[in-house]
């Protein structure tokens, strides 16, 4: 992995010059996407963003014997939700060769 960051700043910074829009609004109207998103995963609904991908819920089921990285200690853990992304076609096909292309 390339370790390379693209922070919430660097992307508002990007769209405001692309699309030469104000900071603040492009700002405004990111925080509003994720707060969207935050809500309908809250109410157990899947998100579909389509040629990018889908956001939804799933249940982790629960385990006896997990072990806690800190102490080692073994501890118990119940069923519970989990968000999960899964990429459209198109982010598959873009990141398909990625770590080929890196490593060569």
């Known amino acids: ?9 660097e992307i508002i910074n990007n769209i405001s010059e692309k699309l030469e829009l104000n900071k603040k609004d492009v ?3 990111l925080d509003e ?8 995963l809250q109410d157990d609904k899947i998100v579909e963003l389509r040629g990018f991908g889908t956001f939804e819920t799933r249940i982790r089921k629960g385990r006896e014997k997990a072990r806690n990285p800190k102490t080692g200690e073994i501890v118990p853990v119940k069923p519970h939700n989990v968000a999960v992304f899964r990429p459209g076609k198109e982010i598959k096909q873009l990141v398909w060769n990625l770590r080929k292309e890196n490593q060569e």
Do not use: C, P, Q
């Not at 992995?1 to 700043?9: I, N, Q, V």
């Not at 996407?33 to 309908?40: D, N, R, S, V």
């Open 1 to 9: 992995m390339s370790g390379k960051k693209l922070t919430k700043a």
């Open 33 to 40: 996407l994720f707060e969207e998103l935050k809500i309908a």
């Open 27 to 29: 700002h405004a109207v």
